[in-house]
T-cell receptor, first 113, second 114 residues
Framework: QKEVEQNSGPLSVPEGAIASLNCTYS??????FFWYRQYSGKSPELIMF????GDKEDGRFTAQLNKASQYVSLLIRDSQPSDSATYLC?????????????FGKGTKLSVKP | EAQVTQNPRYLITVTGKKLTVTCSQN?????MSWYRQDPGLGLRQIYY???????DKGDVPEGYKVSRKEKRNFPLILESPSPNQTSLYFC?????????????FGDGTRLSIL
């Protein structure tokens, strides 16, 4: 059973701090890694995706991938109260006939003013 | 505007009364998928479709049916709904199933089965 693990939180950080969200996955064949943000009762929206080992930066967000350790993380710099949401890590193995995403259960982030 | 559209957004119904949740995308995507989301369980895949007339079971397919007769539409059918199917449902699509393309989600359908 392929699994994606996240700390459920809540993770509480003060406004302006760096929030660090972590995710581990079990399938070594995983090729694509996504971070989605989901506000309560709303649909997931894509924040970042990463395919290669290392860091990928987009504005205040940095995704980090370490395939050897089967670990992916999301850093949010200068956290804002509007960043308060649940962050979903999703992992995909596009080999073979399957193209589905495996989601973690999400980490709830709370940014305190 | 590129989007995935689900209908209805909210539905309260009774056990055993057949219902269909529609999903349509306007991005010419090959891949479509249905998820349900429950507290503490996260997003779980129900069915997915890699192209027209090609569908397959996800992690929790019991009690659901799907069809993919046209590329843009992927309806979810509950033939005999039961209370344990009360959940928040999301339809999603992506360009295809074999490249590194993210999925785009609809706004969700909240189903309550009494």
């Amino acid at each position: 059973q392929k699994e994606v693990e996240q700390n459920s939180g809540p993770l509480s950080v003060p406004e302006g701090a760096i929030a660090s969200l972590n995710c581990t996955y079990s399938d070594r064949g995983s090729q694509s890694f996504f971070w989605y943000r989901q506000y309560s009762g709303k649909s997931p929206e894509l924040i970042m995706f990463i395919y290669s080992n290392g860091d990928k930066e987009d504005g205040r967000f940095t995704a980090q991938l370490n395939k050897a350790s089967q670990y992916v993380s999301l850093l949010i710099r200068d956290s804002q109260p509007s960043d308060s949401a649940t962050y979903l890590c999703a992992v995909a193995n596009y080999g073979g006939s399957q193209g589905n995403l495996i989601f973690g259960k999400g980490t709830k982030l709370s940014v305190k003013p | 505007e590129a989007q995935v559209t689900q209908n209805p957004r909210y539905l309260i119904t009774v056990t055993g009364k057949k219902l269909t949740v529609t999903c349509s995308q306007n991005m010419n995507h090959e891949y479509m998928s249905w998820y349900r989301q429950d507290p503490g369980l996260g997003l779980r895949q129900i069915y997915y479709s890699m192209n027209v007339e090609v569908t397959d079971k996800g992690d929790v397919p019991e009690g659901y049916k799907v069809s993919r007769k046209e590329k843009r539409n992927f309806p979810l059918i509950l033939e005999s709904p039961s209370p344990n199917q009360t959940s928040l449902y999301f339809c999603a699509s992506s360009r295809d199933s074999y490249s590194n393309q993210p999925q785009h989600f609809g706004d969700g359908t909240r189903l309550s089965i009494l």
